[in-house]
T-cell receptor, first 117, second 116 residues
Framework: DTGVSQNPRHKITKRGQNVTFRCDPISEHNRLYWYRQTLGQGPEFLTYFQNEAQLEKSRLLSDRFSAERPKGSFSTLEIQRTEQGDSAMYLC???????????????FGEGSRLTVL | AQKVTQAQTEISVVEKEDVTLDCVYETRDTTYYLFWYKQPPSGELVFLIRRNSFDEQNEISGRYSWNFQKSTSSFNFTITASQVVDSAVYFCALSEISGGYQKVTFGTGTKLQVIP
């Protein structure tokens, strides 16, 4: 396994269009996170999945954003009616199955950069 | 609320110099975890170290060392004999456990440029 995979790596779209990003986590990892990173800032938490269940959503995730993880494997993040403020790097991370709470490192993908014109 | 402050926005050093990246955090939790991640130009965040709040031992890994001081809420990172490959953005992060998963707060990052 080569790590967390995200695609597309870069998406340029016009305001008002819908975009979808895909994340393939490391295969044995059951926890999956989406983060957003804008220029000069650290990543900000968007949402969390344990297996197929979406257990937490940040207030940053407006109604135009929806994330899914069918079958607990890959995940998609869709942004509807994109706005220029949505321009950012969208990072996916996964972490391995543990018996207790998730306290370990996050394994990040290379991100999907969104540019909204 | 959790907060991580990395006051140094950008640092430039000449190769082989030592450099320390500062990190100060705020949390009300008694149990928490601290991390450092490296983000090279390719964009992928790479895990460097994790520390829990009960372990204040300093750690050394090759040219990297970390100084965790609970009394000053700091978790500083030192690179000894820096190399050009160390050039990257370094993020300090703090996590609390909420509902069984990590809620990670990242600092704004310190961009390190190592000049040959």
């Amino acid at each position: 396994d080569t790590g967390v995979s995200q695609n597309p790596r870069h998406k340029i779209t016009k305001r008002g269009q819908n975009v979808t990003f895909r994340c393939d986590p490391i295969s044995e990892h059951n926890r999956l996170y989406w983060y957003r990173q804008t220029l000069g800032q650290g990543p900000e938490f968007l949402t969390y999945f344990q297996n197929e269940a979406q257990l937490e959503k940040s207030r940053l995730l407006s109604d135009r954003f929806s994330a899914e993880r069918p079958k607990g494997s890959f995940s998609t993040l869709e942004i509807q009616r994109t706005e220029q403020g949505d321009s950012a790097m969208y990072l996916c991370a996964s972490s391995p199955r543990t018996q207790g709470a998730d306290t370990g490192e996050l394994f990040f993908g290379e991100g999907s950069r969104l540019t909204v014109l | 609320a959790q907060k991580v402050t990395q006051a140094q926005t950008e640092i430039s050093v000449v190769e082989k110099e030592d450099v320390t990246l500062d990190c100060v955090y705020e949390t009300r939790d008694t149990t928490y975890y601290l991390f450092w991640y490296k983000q090279p130009p390719s964009g992928e965040l790479v895990f460097l170290i994790r520390r829990n709040s009960f372990d204040e031992q300093n750690e050394i890994s090759g040219r990297y060392s970390w100084n965790f001081q609970k009394s000053t809420s700091s978790f500083n990172f030192t690179i000894t004999a820096s190399q050009v490959v160390d050039s990257a953005v370094y993020f300090c992060a703090l996590s609390e456990i909420s509902g069984g998963y990590q809620k990670v707060t990242f600092g704004t990052g310190t961009k390190l440029q190592v000049i040959p």
